[in-house]
């Protein structure tokens, strides 16, 4: 029902009115796409940091696993390092290390949903400061083979890339979205309904049934008539805005354009 009311409402604006034929697309799409996620649980760019989250508990597990397999078996391995735990000699503890980031920043970022750097960071400090206390005092680098260099910097790496995702994907995005549907939004409810325009005979229809009228007659049915014609109204304004938008840009680049010096020494020499 929206969808045939947006159409409808866009035919009648740029049939009704004389204006340039602009693409409002862009604008508009980001509004819907923005409540598309609200009122999904998680948006888009959230949902992929928690993946590559998800990525780093899975990636540091199956390192652990190779490693105990390689160094004579899991079931002695694991006895070894778990039962037995040495610090010094144990990959254990960056697995734990990776359940702690996984656990934290999945409850922190997907379950409660956190617009802030404080967790990120609290994990982040954590896994740096343990790695680098682990590949000073541990005799691992010695003893452990390629695997006593490769967990440590895989899960330091690890560790970071998700900082940076989030401090420069996930929060800036989602302030920008919300920051910009806001904008929008302001500005469609202090616009006015109606503009003035060229009308052609051809243009002129009947108005919808008064609300009021139906309120005393339809009864269940009002609810929904009522809440149509508000949505028509409101995808009219938000066509109406993106449209003005678009018109305003292109007059701007046309007036820079033509107030630069290259198309005035061009307009020189055609007038030579």
Same mark, same amino acid.
């Given at each position: ?67 105990? =397999?390689?160094?004579?078996? #899991?079931?002695?391995?694991? $006895?070894?390092?778990? &039962?037995? /735990?040495?610090?010094?000699? %144990? ?87 919300? =920051?910009?549907?806001?904008? #929008?939004?302001?500005?469609? $409810?202090?616009?006015? &309904?109606? /503009?003035?325009?060229?009308? %052609? ?72």
């Amino acid at each position: 029902m929206d969808s045939r009311c947006s159409s409808s409402a866009d035919s009648r604006l740029t049939g009704g009115r004389g204006l340039v034929s602009v693409n409002a697309t862009p604008i508009c799409a980001r509004v819907e796409s923005y409540e598309a996620g609200e009122k999904k649980c998680i948006s888009d760019v959230r949902r992929t940091f928690c993946l590559f989250v998800t990525f780093d508990l899975l990636f540091i597990t199956l390192l652990w696993i190779i490693e105990l =397999n390689v160094n004579g078996g #899991i079931k002695s391995q694991l $006895e070894k390092e778990v &039962l037995h /735990y040495d610090y010094r000699a %144990s990959y254990f503890d960056i697995f734990l290390l990776a359940v702690f980031r996984f656990a934290t920043l999945i409850l922190a970022y997907a379950v409660c949903k956190l617009r802030h750097w404080w967790a990120i960071a609290i994990t982040t400090a954590v896994s740096c400061a343990f790695l680098i206390v682990k590949v000073i005092l541990s005799k691992l680098l010695s003893q452990g083979g390629a695997f006593g260099y490769l967990l440590p910097i895989i899960s330091f790496v690890l560790a970071w890339i998700e900082t940076w995702l989030l401090d420069f994907k996930v929060l800036p995005q989602e302030a920008e979205d919300e =920051n910009r549907f806001l904008s #929008i939004m302001d500005a469609t $409810e202090r616009a006015p &309904l109606m /503009y003035p325009g060229p009308l %052609s005979d051809g243009q002129f229809y009947s108005p919808p049934e008064s609300v009021a009228g139906l309120s005393t007659r339809s009864g269940p049915k009002t609810s929904e008539k009522a809440s149509t014609f508000f949505s028509l109204i409101r995808k009219v304004r938000l066509i109406e805005i993106c449209r003005s938008i678009q018109v305003q840009n292109i007059e701007f680049n046309s007036a820079r354009r033509i107030n630069s010096p290259t198309f005035t020494h061009s307009t020189a020499v055609v007038w030579r």
